[in-house]
């Protein structure tokens, strides 16, 4: 991983010579039929061969590469059919798979680590990960008392790796454009590296890790495993069964989706106020449907702090899209700072761009679906200079709840579940629901009551 592969780093020079201005401009209408047949041809044929030559250099990094490549795959619900449909595959391999490290190399950090007597504290190891992605891999074995686990295992020279990766990725960026326009990539590039940083830091991870744990014991929704024990670059925790998320996405059955999906969003919801942590890294990866019901849940090397719960602001910021006039809703947004200061927004229009983002929030049901987030991703990317998205601006402090809560719904459009989600947010997120109590009582709906 500390090497960079001399064709990933020529094929990334070749990509950023393709000509992005006639395909960053074709592109503006991803979805949308503003434009004539012949353009669109133009314009769907540069965006194919722009996803299949950036997903193959993010397949072929490690680090920060592909931290952004799982970042990317969740949101693969939201290009059209005809550019998603033959890299679907690519990105979902991306969430969870990289080349491993060689045996030889696990065995020295294991010893460098556990020390030179680490195959005492197994009973059993298995030199073949299980699982291989960013920063390190896990491999499954048993611990000396008998109790299976997962050994995390970080790449050797991770930390010089990602900072690689990323001056790769600062190079393809514009790339990126071609598929999601408008998405600001210089702040999402910032906000991995702060937090792939974090994630190097297994004492963090597992700190946060055994804090989920103790406030999820013996809950009948989740189960989170238990930290066994940390050493530098090592982590061991139980280990968990389970059906990854990303296989019931492929093929689960609906009441297997609907069930997924509650879940994972009253996880969101709920671990703000049950242990003053977000989980910020929600790729279906890291979730397991288990064979109980239950929603097993890994990883937690990125995690924000919001003690407290998740900020009554950005309970406000989600009960906006509820409001009943125009001119409430340019009140709340003018209050919150989402409009910018002496900009003048048309309360009709603002309205009617934010109505369909929050209907989640304003049905007692709602089906999340592929064709819905496809919609908002085109109304939100459309840069037309009459687009009110144009005047519209997110506040520093809320960009990282911002993206876990887009993260999520990503995950939700894939999983195309159908479930009471405005319940769940009634009940575990402080300001959305003013008067109603949080994080207590049962939400209605729910399948545990």
């Not at 840069?383 to 005047?391: A, G, K, M």
């Amino acid at each position: 991983m500390s090497d960079l592969p001399l064709r990933a780093v020529t094929r990334t020079a070749k990509l950023a010579a393709l000509p992005l201005g006639f395909a960053g401009r074709t592109a503006l209408g991803l979805g949308k039929k503003t434009i004539g047949r012949s353009a669109e041809v133009v314009a769907n044929e540069i965006q194919t061969r722009t996803a299949e030559q950036l997903f193959k250099v993010l397949g072929e990094l490690k680090g920060g590469a592909m931290k952004f490549g799982q970042v990317l795959s969740i949101f693969e619900a939201a290009l059209p059919p005809e550019i998603a449909g033959p890299y679907r595959a690519t990105l979902t391999r991306l969430q969870e798979s990289a080349p491993p490290m060689p045996v030889t190399t696990v065995h020295r950090v294991l010893a460098e680590n556990l020390g030179a007597g680490w195959r005492a504290e197994f009973q059993s190891f298995d030199d073949k990960p299980a699982a291989a992605a960013s920063i390190g891999q896990v491999h499954k074995a048993v611990w000396k008392d008998g109790r299976e686990v997962a050994v995390k295992v970080q790449y050797p020279g991770a930390g010089k790796a990602l900072i690689s990766d990323f001056n790769q990725l600062a190079r393809v960026g514009k790339l990126i454009g071609v598929l999601f326009p408008g998405a600001d990539v210089k702040s999402i590039l910032e906000e991995l590296k702060v937090r792939v940083r974090e994630e190097l830091d297994y004492t963090v991870e597992a700190a946060s890790q055994s804090a989920f744990a103790k406030a999820y014991s013996g809950d009948p929704d989740f189960l989170v495993p238990e930290v066994i024990t940390q050493s530098g670059s090592v982590l061991v925790t139980e280990w968990i069964y389970g059906t990854p998320l990303s296989q019931i996405i492929a093929k689960g059955t609906k009441a297997e989706r609907d069930r997924a999906g509650l879940l994972f969003a009253r996880f969101l919801f709920s671990a703000p106020v049950r242990c003053g942590l977000l989980h910020a890294d929600p790729h279906p990866g890291n979730f397991r449907l288990m064979e109980d019901g239950r929603l097993g849940v890994i990883d937690f090397g990125a995690v924000d702090r919001l003690e407290g719960g998740l900020q009554e602001e950005i309970g406000t910021l989600m009960r906006i899209g509820t409001l009943g006039s125009p001119e409430e809703i340019v009140e709340a947004c003018r209050t919150e700072g989402i409009i910018r200061d002496g900009v003048e927004v048309d309360g009709a229009a603002l309205a009617a761009f934010i109505e369909p983002l929050a209907v989640p929030m304003k049905a007692e049901t709602f089906q999340f679906s592929r064709e819905w987030l496809r919609d908002q991703a085109a109304r939100v990317t459309d840069l037309r200079p009459d687009n009110v998205v144009r005047y519209l601006n997110l506040p520093n402090d809320y960009v990282l709840v911002h993206r876990t809560i887009g993260l999520g719904t990503g995950v939700l459009c894939q999983l195309e579940c159908e479930g009471p989600f405005r319940a769940e947010a009634i009940r575990w997120v402080k300001g959305f629901a003013p008067g109603e109590p949080t994080g207590e009582g049962t939400a209605a709906g729910d399948p545990s009551a």
